[in-house]
């Protein structure tokens, strides 16, 4: 495997295929649109029934909905781009520490550590856990800076 940026999919391109994204990306950018307005704003020239077709899946998957308006239905994102990334990125996160326990929260502390902003997040973070009662029922981070958890 070579080691070039094409051939590692990082943050969302590696959960989903790269039409579902394009097709995500312009309903994020765009907001509400028909499955042709979609066809129209995408770059590849992608067939009006595959862009359907993904849109339908994106609408099973949660990610769109849609109503129908006259003969057609409009689609809309569900949640922001930032939504889904929590999302993904905490059910990822939770496989690794299901996965490999202490070891994955030594490396992930390990891999912070050389960037300041990034060590001074888990901090913060580590401090909101601690001031928590052990029985508040909370999520640890939902008050995160920068918006870590936004759900």
């Known amino acids: ?3 070039g940026q094409d051939s590692r999919r990082q943050g969302l391109a590696a959960h989903f ?5 394009a097709i995500l990306d312009v309903m994020w950018s765009k ?21 359907k077709t993904v849109m339908e899946r ?8 849609r109503r129908k308006e006259s ?3 409009v689609y809309w994102p569900q949640q922001s781009r930032r939504e889904v990334e929590q999302r993904v990125a905490a059910e990822q ?3 690794v ?14 891999a912070v550590s050389g960037d300041a902003e990034q060590l ?22 939902t008050d995160a800076p920068g918006g870590v958890n936004e759900y």
Do not use: H
Not at 97 to 110: E, K, M, R, Y
Not at 120 to 141: E, F, M, N
């Open 97 to 110: 520490v299901d996965g490999f326990g202490d070891l994955a929260v030594a490396n992930f502390v390990q």
């Open 1 to 3: 495997m070579s080691s």
């Open 120 to 141: 001074a997040q888990v901090r913060a973070l580590l401090a909101g856990i601690a001031d928590q009662p052990a029985d508040s029922g909370t999520t640890a981070g």
């Open 31 to 51: 907001g509400e649109l028909d499955v042709a307005g979609c066809v129209r704003n995408l770059d590849g020239g992608q067939a009006y029934t595959t862009v």
């Open 58 to 65: 994106l609408v099973v998957k949660g990610l769109l909905a």
């Open 93 to 95: 996160v939770r496989q």
């Open 17 to 21: 295929g790269p039409l579902e994204l």
């Open 71 to 73: 003969r057609q239905y």
